[in-house]
């Protein structure tokens, strides 16, 4: 069974981190480029950053730069997404999926969303 599964969510104070896997099974995730996408209660998805399948090409949006680093080992099938200097607005479900083009383009698989919330 082809799936994508995010973990790593949670409660954080802002100024916090947290790291998000991706992980595949029933596919090898070395041929995918992945992005990570978010969606907050009332708002639309968004991407957040994205990771080519060569490992050569990223993207991350305007308000995560600095602070997100996304980054893949193919050998553990997973890609993971660093969150530093959190903040609450970056509050929102969280969603790994395989994306294509240069746009970043969601292909069909994601995952089920991991739900990350920074409050004090």
């Known amino acids: 069974q082809v799936q994508l599964v995010e973990s790593g969510g949670g409660l954080v104070q802002p100024g916090g981190s947290l790291r998000l896997p991706c992980a595949a099974s029933?596919?090898?995730?070395?041929?995918?480029?992945i992005g990570w996408f978010r969606q907050a209660p009332g708002k639309e998805r968004e991407a957040v950053s994205c990771?080519?399948?060569?490992?050569?090409?990223?993207y991350y949006a305007d308000d995560v730069k600095g602070r997100f680093t996304i980054s893949r080992d193919n050998a553990k099938n997973t890609v993971y997404l660093q969150m530093n200097s959190l903040k609450p607005e970056d509050t929102a479900v969280y969603y790994c999926?395989?994306?294509?083009?240069?746009?970043?383009?969601?292909?069909?698989?994601w995952g089920q969303g991991t739900q990350v919330t920074v409050s004090s």
């Open positions: 999926a395989t994306v294509y083009g240069s746009n970043w383009i969601p292909s069909g698989y």
């Open positions: 990771i080519s399948s060569s490992d050569e090409s990223t």
């Open positions: 029933g596919f090898t995730l070395d041929y995918y480029a």
